[in-house]
């Protein structure tokens, strides 16, 4: 079955340590999303990639970095930098182009926590 | 900017109740509107969707109406049970844009 796969589904991390968020879809999509989900905050947009090699910042973008060297792979890294990091971060992606209107594939999510 | 609120939660109803979750948005251009569901512990899966004004979404019971001129989305259902009980998003994606923005999320607990 086609989807996406977030790991780890939990993560503990020392203060001072980066940490690196894995998703992989099978959908065969070309945009791919992070985001960060907080209790009565809703989802904010880390960062997000239409293609291949090319990524943009999202709303919350700083201490955090992304790749995007395969279509498939969108991994995200949660640096040092990233003041509050404890969050449930969700990837997502979408096929793309300008007539998709943005119907997201949810992964389950990881949850991160600092101690 | 384009910004989503959703009326505040958490809403606990009975089973067999109607529900009605506020959705308002602001956006410059003509949104596609969607309502998101979270179930505990997992990721969004899409509900419902409309694309242009009028326009009326609706799944498993769930409907909800793109009204242009009170610019609203509200979702409703006639009748709740209790496998209903999840956190629901309301977003909208602004034309030609290729990202979402999400409301607060509006959590719902239906007691037996």
């Known amino acids: 079955d086609g989807g996406i796969t977030q790991s780890p589904k939990y993560l503990f991390r020392k203060e001072g340590q980066n940490v690196t968020l894995s998703c992989e879809q099978n959908?065969?999509?070309?945009?791919m999303y992070w985001y960060r989900q907080d209790p009565g905050q809703g989802l904010r947009l880390i960062y997000y990639s239409q293609i291949v090699n090319d990524f943009q910042k999202g709303d919350i973008a700083e201490g955090y970095s992304v790749s995007r060297e395969k279509k498939e792979s969108f991994p995200l890294t949660v640096t040092s930098a990233q003041k509050n990091p404890t969050a449930f971060y969700l990837c997502?992606?979408?096929?793309?182009?300008?007539?998709?209107?943005?119907?997201?594939?949810f992964g389950a999510g990881s949850r991160l926590t600092v101690l | 900017g384009d910004s989503v609120t959703q009326m505040e939660g958490p809403v606990t109803l009975s089973e067999e109740a109607f529900l009605t979750i506020n959705c308002t948005y602001t956006?410059?251009?003509?949104?596609?509107l969607f309502w998101y569901v979270q179930y505990p512990g997992e990721g969004l899966q899409l509900l419902l969707k409309?694309?242009?004004?009028?326009d009326k979404g609706s799944n498993k019971g769930f409907e909800a109406t793109y009204r242009k001129e009170t610019t609203s989305f509200h979702l409703e259902k006639g009748s709740v049970q209790v496998s209903d009980s999840a956190v629901y998003f309301c977003?909208?994606?602004?034309?030609?844009?290729?990202?979402?923005?999400f409301g607060q999320g509006t959590r719902l607990t239906i007691n037996p």
């Open positions: 977003a909208l994606s602004d034309t030609g844009a290729q990202k979402l923005v």
């Open positions: 956006a410059t251009g003509y949104p596609s």
């Open positions: 997502a992606s979408t096929p793309g182009g300008r007539g998709g209107a943005n119907v997201l594939t």
């Open positions: 409309a694309t242009k004004a009028d």
């Open positions: 959908l065969n999509h070309d945009a």
